[in-house]
């Protein structure tokens, strides 16, 4: 059964670290496109991150502007997990953290916009003092 579960979401101060983790079964995570996306209260779902596939091309990532400089996607394909980096965390980043893929996809073009086959059941990340 093709599987993604997220992991490490909780409550952290303003200008506080996390880092999210995606873990893959069913399937192995280096030979697809992967991305992160959230969604807050009465607001739509938003792409944040993507890592494109690693197997047997260089491997890069894309973010949306605001979390640029703050977030960091990487993945370690021995653990079969991709992981979401959260620095300088501010209230607006308070939301349901979804990682998601599709087997037909190996790049990040457009692939916050792309029809994405599987996805997490999410993880709550709340920021506040």
């Known amino acids: 059964q093709v599987q993604l579960v997220e992991s490490g979401g909780g409550l952290v101060q303003p200008g506080g670290s996390l880092r999210l983790s995606c873990a893959a079964s069913?399937?192995?995570?280096?030979?697809?496109?992967i991305g992160w996306f959230r969604q807050a209260p009465a607001r739509e779902r938003e792409g944040i991150a993507c890592?494109?596939?690693?197997?047997?091309?260089?491997?890069?990532?894309t973010y949306t502007d605001s979390v640029k400089g703050r977030f960091t996607i990487s993945r370690d394909n021995a653990k079969n997990t991709v992981y979401l980096q959260m620095t300088s965390l501010n209230p607006e980043d308070t939301a349901v953290y979804y990682c998601a893929t599709d087997p037909e996809i190996v790049d990040c073009r457009y692939y916050f916009h792309r029809y994405l086959e599987v996805w997490g059941q999410g993880t709550l990340v709340t920021v506040s003092s």
């Open positions: 890592i494109s596939s690693s197997d047997g091309n260089t491997t890069y990532a």
């Open positions: 069913g399937f192995s995570l280096d030979a697809f496109a």
